[in-house]
């Protein structure tokens, strides 16, 4: 059985009155859930929207079914029930769901959050930007969007035992700028050196609220 490590971090965006990112980690039974949000800014409601929506899911759990992995469906009806709310309010989510035992990894991704795999060889991106092509900032789905199905909320496979990276655009976008100090970074084998390291590369420069989610697994 192979160990999950992790380490999060959030940072308010130096353009930003408040952070309206949120990081969410679940160990249900036998899995890791690790669930990045990234409220949209121009909503000023859409930190309390996440906040409803999480407590909404929480409340949803006791339907979770270990050999269906039902995730979808309690998603799904958690979103509705804030729906119902009427708060104005959007976000991106981006969710990994690891196994420790059954060697499962699932992702889903809803709106211009991140996941990447990653070793000391590569990092990929794994997930597609739901945003246009000429207006990234204007978002195609997201949490808050009434014609969101149950299909949005299905779950993809990815290959188990990886490195998996979660995390907001205001993250990513300076990744995309220092990439190999960022690339250094995260191999480190220590985790809280990682946190350190970022959060030196980012300091004064994040625009935007950065938050991320990093997993290894351990063997």
Known sequence: MNKIDFVVQSIKGENRSFNQDH???????NFHLFMVFDGVSSMSNSYRFIRNFI???KSELNKFDEYELNFHELLHEAHNKVLEENIEGMSTLSLLLLSESNKIAKYLNIGDSRIYIYNNQFIEKITVDDNLLNKKNILTRSLG??????DDFCLSNIEPDMNYLICTDGFYNLMEKYLKKYFLAINYKNLRNI???????QNGKNIDDSSFILIKNVF
């Open 145 to 150: 969007m009434q014609d969101l199905c149950l």
């Open 195 to 201: 946190a350190r390291r970022i959060h030196s590369i």
């Open 55 to 57: 407590e909404s899911f």
């Open 23 to 29: 990081i969410e980690v679940f160990k249900i039974n």
